[in-house]
């Protein structure tokens, strides 16, 4: 059974950083591309950013790019989306999904994880 | 990477077919055969129910069904029943090698 795990959401204050984490299962983890979604409070889905499961090639929404990098370790079976430079608008539920298969153009998510909350205030 | 184009609010009753539409353009629904469909029901996680325009994952309903003309993209169901109630969106592959989802749709059976 596919599993994914997100954790090291919380409270961040304005221009600060947190560390997404997503531990996957259930599937051999570096045949998939990841990606990142999320969904603001009362608003839709917006595409985050995908990993391809080598890990060599990733892409960013232009609404992250510059402040957020997203990295995987295959040995762990898990993805990381680093958040810099944190704003009010990035608070959201921050959704891990797996791809269709692993390059970033397969659909980006087959399976989904529960989210982890990021709030951005001060 | 501007959102595709969903109508904001469609209903049917039970049984009955709907229809919704994603509109996008040149760079992204209208040149990739690239399209999926998520449900999301309050509080839960999002679930692909149309991946590549018109392929059905393994265990969703055969009254859901995708197609794609062009631009625009489609998801109906038919034979609509209460538990399809829920929020719907599309997402679509762009020519910037990035993904983009659409603004949704709330389905109301009525």
Known sequence: EVQLLESGGGLEQPG?????????????FSSYAMNWVRQAPGKGLEWVSVISGRGGTSYYADSVKGRFAISRDNSKNTVYLQMNGLRAEDT????CAKAGGSYTYAYPGDFWGQGTLVTVSS | QSALTQPASVSGSPGQSITISCTGTSSDVGNYDYVSWYQLHPGEAPKLMIFDVSNRPSGVS?????????????????????????????????????????????????
């Open chain 2, 62 to 110: 055969n009254r859901f069904s995708g197609s794609k003309s062009g631009n625009t993209a489609s998801l109906t169901i038919s034979g609509l029943q209460a538990e399809d109630e829920a929020d719907y969106y599309c997402n679509s592959y762009t020519s910037t090698s990035t993904w983009v989802f659409g603004g949704g749709t709330k389905l109301t059976v009525l």
């Open chain 1, 16 to 28: 600060g950083s947190l560390r997404l984490s997503c531990v996957a299962s259930g599937f051999t």
């Open chain 1, 92 to 95: 959201a539920m921050y959704y």
